[in-house]
């Protein structure tokens, strides 16, 4: 059964920055694509970033357009952890974050491909 424990949340002025972790247990993240959706009040679930490992040490990254040029998603294969680097941050990008993973498909924007999700982080960014 895989966990995912995500954490780095936090209040942050407009134009601030931020970094997201996700530390994952139980699985083998060799195979499997993690990566971030998130939900603001009132609105949909979205896709935010997912990263895709080949196997070896070579990342594929994906991002949501909104926050295309802003953030960065990497992995560290040794820690199971996934990472978020939210730059020049916008009160739009407020919500909950949650970390995801699932094995790789090319629905990968779509939340129901993910089967497993970690508990969520609080982002507030203030304008």
């Known amino acids: 059964q895989v966990q995912l424990v995500d954490s780095g949340g936090g209040l942050v002025q407009a134009g601030g920055s931020l970094r997201l972790s996700c530390a994952a247990s139980g699985g083998s993240f060799s195979v499997y694509t993690m990566g971030w959706f998130r939900q603001a009040p009132g609105k949909e679930r979205e896709f935010v970033a997912a990263?895709?490992?080949?196997?070896?040490?070579?990342?594929?990254?994906y991002y949501a357009d909104s926050v295309k040029g802003r953030f960065a998603i990497s992995g560290d294969k040794a820690k199971s952890t996934v990472y978020l680097q939210m730059n020049s941050l916008k009160a739009e990008d407020t919500g909950v974050y949650y970390c995801?993973?699932?094995?790789?498909?090319?629905?990968?924007?779509?939340?129901?491909?993910?089967?497993?999700w970690g508990q969520g982080t609080q982002v507030t960014v203030s304008s």
């Open positions: 995801v993973a699932a094995p790789w498909s090319s629905t990968y924007r779509d939340s129901g491909n993910y089967r497993y």
């Open positions: 990263l895709r490992s080949s196997g070896s040490s070579i990342y594929y990254a």
